[in-house]
Nanobody, 121 residues
Framework: QVQLVESGGGLVQAGGPLRLSCAAS????????MGWFRQAPGKEREFVAA????????YYADSVKGRFTISRDNAKNAVYLQMDSLKPEDTAVYYC??????????????WGQGTQVTVSS
């Protein structure tokens, strides 16, 4: 059974950092792209960041560019999201995703259950 399990969410003050982790099990994802999405209350899920299989290509939403960094460790079958200079508008449930159906910023075949990130002002 394939599972993606996020961790590292929590409550942080504006301007602070937080690091999310996503551990995959059930199969290896070292040959596919992985990504992070988020969904705030009352809003649709949105793309945050994605990384190709080798880690050499990274993509970010304009709203997080320069503040968030996506990385991966294929030996550990894991992907990470370092979030710096957090803002209250970053508050959302963050989801890890693996193996895009088509475009990196859209649908994926596998999703985690999500981890809550709350940024206080």
């Amino acid at each position: 059974q394939v599972q993606l399990v996020e961790s590292g969410g929590g409550l942080v003050q504006a301007g602070g950092p937080l690091r999310l982790s996503c551990a995959a099990s059930g199969r290896t994802f070292r040959n596919v792209a992985m990504g992070w999405f988020r969904q705030a209350p009352g809003k649709e899920r949105e793309f945050v960041a994605a990384i190709n299989w080798s880690g050499e290509a990274r993509y970010y939403a304009d709203s997080v560019k320069g503040r968030f960094t996506i990385s991966r460790d294929n030996a550990k079958n894991a992907v990470y999201l370092q979030m710096d200079s957090l803002k209250p508008e970053d508050t959302a449930v963050y989801y890890c995703a693996a193996e895009p159906k088509n475009r990196l910023r859209e649908q994926y075949n596998y999703w985690g259950q999500g981890t809550q990130v709350t940024v206080s002002s």
